[in-house]
């Protein structure tokens, strides 16, 4: 009777560590996740106030970014780390999307989250074959020319162009007012944090956050410039789009302001890494 029992609770037992040990991996792989992002948003807006005081220093977006990265010591292991931590992100987002239960996840945030699994399997697909030596194509900035001129020779072509840039602008206006109204707060371990700490994470969210909704915005305004005008050379990439900052009546410190919430994202984004509910 007794091994009886012992055998039963022993079968009771793996399913429980099974669980246990499926979620330990997804927080390992979402938190890795966040790391990747937080490298590469660094580059970016380091980049980006390279260019800002006239430096040069390549283009200001992701394949900038890992070309940078590339001329490290041991450049190849750590762009290599990097398409580990995107392929951890896309695992995480989509088994958000699928496996989580409760009344809390609506199918409008499974849905997010099914979507951002898939941007970052391609994020982490991109960088596999810059990994892997096929860095050297085309520019950020010519490839979103090229996408943008084949969806206007289909039909109603200068329609679909025209609502990807009205999306690009909601999703910048959304990201960019959720971070001034400090929404990820609700999504961060605060309890764990002392009150500096919470206090350095919070100026850290609002202003990399706000930086990114805006270059997120300003993007989608040039796509729609393009749909409206049908051309495709109005549409820009994450460079051109930085690059078009410098452009206005404050000059190059409009961009210098960015690229500087483009790097406090970045840093909020190891500090995700720390303290994100997962």
């Not at 392929?87 to 409760?102: E, F, K, P, Q």
Request: glycine share 14%; aromatic share 8%; hydrophobic share 50%.
């Amino acid at each position: 009777m007794t091994t009886s029992r012992a055998h039963g609770r022993s079968r009771a037992a793996r399913p429980n560590f099974r669980r246990s040990t499926e979620r330990q991996t997804l927080v390992a792989a979402g938190r890795a996740g966040f790391a990747a992002r937080g490298v590469v948003y660094v580059l970016i807006g380091a980049l980006a106030i390279r260019i800002a005081l006239g430096s040069g220093g390549g283009t200001a977006d992701r394949q900038g970014a890992l070309a940078q990265v590339a001329e490290q010591p041991f450049g190849k292991v750590m762009l290599w780390a990097i398409v580990v931590g995107f392929a951890s992100m896309a695992l995480w987002r989509g088994a958000r999307a699928v496996l989580t239960r409760g009344p809390q996840r609506k199918a409008s945030s499974r849905a997010l989250d099914g979507g951002r699994a898939v941007f970052y399997a391609f994020v982490c697909w991109t960088t596999a074959v810059y990994a892997a030596g096929g860095g050297q194509g085309s520019s950020g900035n010519a490839k979103s020319q090229d996408w943008t001129a084949s969806a206007l020779k289909l039909s109603y072509g200068q329609v679909l162009v025209g609502a990807a840039g009205c999306l690009l602008i909601g999703i910048g206006a959304v990201l960019a007012v959720r971070a001034a109204m400090r929404s990820f707060l609700k999504q961060l371990d605060t309890g764990s944090m002392s009150p500096r700490t919470q206090q350095v994470v919070t100026a850290l969210g609002v202003g990399g956050g706000v930086a990114r909704g805006v270059v997120f915005a300003a993007a989608g305004i040039f796509i729609l410039v393009a749909a409206i005008r049908f051309d495709p050379d109005k549409a820009k990439g994450v460079d051109a789009t930085l690059r078009s900052f410098t452009q206005t009546p404050v000059g190059p410190w409009l961009l210098v302001a960015v690229a500087i919430g483009l790097i406090l994202f970045g840093v909020f984004s190891f500090a995700s890494a720390r303290w994100r509910r997962l």
